[in-house]
């Protein structure tokens, strides 16, 4: 399948998920009272469905592109399909300004979450890019990425450790596990922004990550800069995640496996990968939220929480089946 | 006009080891340099420090009469096409797009186009649409070739091209280099195979512990001292209707 076609197919895919997702949720609605959110978006069914299930459904849709993509990315940047979003440990860092923003009590302004775990990210990320430009084996950024993890973790249990207050700590708690709920429109703007910076960064590195399949010498011999291209992709890798944490929380197995939903129907190539990764991105995100919603539980599942039980057996499965095209 | 490569006193280290020392060597258009010595003699070292891949603690190497440290990585690409030794492929693209990595400064079609012709050339054009990791590790290597073909680079270099190939398949490719260096490339190749360097190559290139030590047609450069003194070997080049062929026993 063509590339346009195959990110045709998505979008409408997703588009039919997204309207599902507006319809469905907690509050059931008549064919009266749709009709009526659809006359009148200021009515109360029209609240519903415009202004608390869409924004979430939207936010959804973006934390999951953003995750969906910088996976392609980083997967083909190391040559490796266990790559994923948190690889570069971009995701702890995040996930530790958010936690010290909560912890210090910052919570109730408005957006001081959000901007606090953007910070990290992007103290994270400046950091890995700062590497990427100086180490070219794949693996030398891994154990780096691994160990900014550890640490980025190993701090936040210290804010867990040290908090006074037991209601900080349930709060991070609540907010690493993932959540899209109570997002409004404001939010998705604010992710938008680092986002398609990222996106961009990402998509100019296409042709490179193609170019990496048979390793780095014979990209440099083919002419690639590589210098330029780790940075454009750990950049724009590390943009996408942080605004993604920022935006929902840490979300896990989005970023690993939506690139090996789509990786066959593009025949393997890394450049081609990158939009249907991101647009599987959102398809899991959006659908993970839904059962989120659905779900009938006393309190509501989170995120984080869905994607990993539903993506680590489905994970499992994929790359029993996949294991056979991975052998070098 | 300037020789395609040309190595001037070429040093590199590894640590504290020094795994080339002063190598000189210039390469002809038209010409098929074999490049042999026993493992860990520098061969690998010789060609990635000449082609910049490598960081030079001495000397100088060019390319097309530029220094190699001062081409940008786009002009090193149309002046060098490099085959490494290793075979391994991330990715289960399809033959005619990895084949199609050696055009990469073409559009795709135009790209695609060179992939093809590039793979009929090496006999694999029945596995375009073929994964690479679908392959055997022949099938792989043949189109790899392919790759290292469509550059169209005025010189080739190819680091053990044979290495775990058939005969036909070793003879295959080595015609195809030839068929480029007679098309007016400069190709270089690594080779473990005395016999097949002595047959497939214009002249040869003799390296031990980091150093050329012994240069010219495969006969002088593969004589009994150097066989004997360098590969522990004893024994010649000798003449056949199919070319020479080295009979010797070790030491």
Known sequence: MSLPRLCL?????????????????????TLAQYAQALAHPASPPGEVLWSIRAPRVLVAALVGAALGLSGATMQGLLRNPLADPGVLGVSAVSGLGAALAISMGLAVLPGAIELAALAGALVAGALVVVLAARFREPEALILFGVALSALGGALTALVFNLSPSPVATAEVMAWLMGSVQNRDALD????????????????????????????????????????????????????????????????????????????????????????????????????????????????????????????????????????????? | MSAPWVLSEVATRHGANTVLNGASLTVAAGEVVGVVGPNGAGKTSLLRAGLGLLPLAAGEARLAGMSVATLTPGARARLAGYLPQDRRVAWNLPARMIAALGAADLAEDAADARALDALARVGADHLADRGALDMSGGERARVLLARLLATRAPLLIADEPVAGLDPDAQLLTLDLLRAEAAKGAAVVATLHDLGLAARCCDRIIVLSHGRIVAEGPPREALSRFILSHVFRLDGELVETSAGPVLAARRI
């Open chain 1, 9 to 29: 197919a998505m979008i409408l895919a997703l588009s039919g998920v997204a309207v599902v997702a507006i319809c469905l949720g907690e509050t059931p609605l």
């Open chain 1, 188 to 328: 998705a703007l604010r992710a938008l922004v680092p986002m398609t910076i990222g996106a961009i960064l990402c998509a100019r590195a296409g042709r490179g990550l193609r170019m990496l399949t048979l390793g780095e010498e014979v990209a440099r011999m083919s002419g690639l800069p590589m210098a330029r291209l780790r940075v454009q992709a750990v950049a724009g890798s590390a943009l996408l995640t942080g605004a993604a944490v920022a935006a929902a929380g840490v979300i896990g197995f989005v970023g690993l496996a939506a690139p090996h939903l789509v990786r066959a129907l593009v025949r393997d190539d890394p450049k081609r990968l990158l939009w249907p990764s991101a647009l599987a991105g959102a398809l899991l995100l959006v659908l993970a939220d839904l059962a989120a919603r659905v779900i009938p539980t006393e309190q509501e599942l989170k995120l984080g929480v869905v994607t990993a039980l539903f993506g680590a057996p489905a994970f499992a499965l994929l790359a029993w089946r996949a294991s056979r095209s991975w052998r070098s």
